[in-house]
């Protein structure tokens, strides 16, 4: 099912013409030059939209990409082990966040909850 993302992306919802109520976005994956686009009713849907394209279009602020394959909904995160280097889901899935992206989640994080550190 091709969505056009101009249209149908505001905020960090998504309007699925399957069951014409909106729901969140939890994450977006690459798959190749298309996006299979996570949803908190456990649906997800594949868009002939890159990754990158998709980042654009989505709020800033409530999306970071922690990987090259993977962008995540902050507002869905439920923890974060810098240790393992991965977010864990509210949906238990659970998403790697690259050594070369870690300092960019890690401010991102800071900047979005206004903390001066998540570090003790």
């Known amino acids: 099912m091709k969505i056009d993302l101009t249209k149908q992306i505001h ?19 690459a798959e190749l030059s298309y996006t299979l686009m996570h949803f908190t009713s456990g649906k997800s849907m594949k868009i002939s939209y890159c990754l990158n394209k998709v980042q654009k279009k989505l709020p800033n602020k409530n999306f970071v990409r922690c990987h090259r394959s993977y962008l995540v909904n902050i507002n ?21 966040i690259s050594r070369r992206r870690m300092k960019d989640v890690t401010k991102h994080l800071i900047d979005y909850f206004k903390v001066e550190s998540i570090f003790d």
């Open 11 to 29: 905020k960090h919802f998504i309007n699925t013409s399957l069951s014409g109520k909106k729901v969140s976005i939890t994450y977006c994956e």
């Open 76 to 96: 869905e995160v439920k923890k974060v082990s810098f240790k393992e280097k991965v977010f864990i889901l509210k949906n238990k899935d659970r998403i790697s």
